[in-house]
């Protein structure tokens, strides 16, 4: 029902920048909350960020909090993730989710029916 799609991944040096796009089709999601997250070789997927439908309430792993920012742009039915000063800790495959109504849950990776094909970010040391 609900197709994912990301991208503006790359490589980068430590220190830089990526903006990540996830255009979702298939139905509208401006009524619907919106997260990204992460995996890493050998890790388990790992929650990033997560913004309220109406992208007024966020939330940030601490890992990432002062240098991520989520946004989103409904009539485009479009999120964002701008990345800044990346570390080569950052390097992982990214992946769009949603989209979803329950806030509480926005954490667990399990609860979220779509996802995206996932855009790969490294980050060169």
């Known amino acids: 029902q609900v197709q994912l799609a990301e991208s503006g991944g790359g490589l980068v040096q430590a220190g830089g920048s990526l903006r990540l796009s996830c255009a979702a089709s298939?139905?509208?999601?401006?009524?619907?909350?919106m997260s990204w997250f992460r995996q890493a070789p050998g890790k388990e997927r790992e929650f990033v960020a997560a913004i309220s439908w109406s992208g007024g309430t966020t939330d940030y792993a601490d890992s990432v909090k002062g240098r991520f920012t989520i946004s989103r742009d409904n009539p485009k039915n479009t999120v964002y993730l701008q990345m800044n000063s990346l570390k080569p800790e950052d390097t992982a495959v990214y992946y769009c989710?949603?989209?979803?109504?329950?806030?509480?849950?926005?954490?667990?990776?399990?609860?979220?029916?779509?996802w995206g094909h996932g855009t790969q970010v490294t980050v060169s040391s």
């Open positions: 298939g139905r509208t999601f401006n009524n619907y909350h």
């Open positions: 989710a949603g989209p979803f109504s329950r806030w509480g849950v926005r954490r667990y990776d399990g609860e979220y029916d779509y």
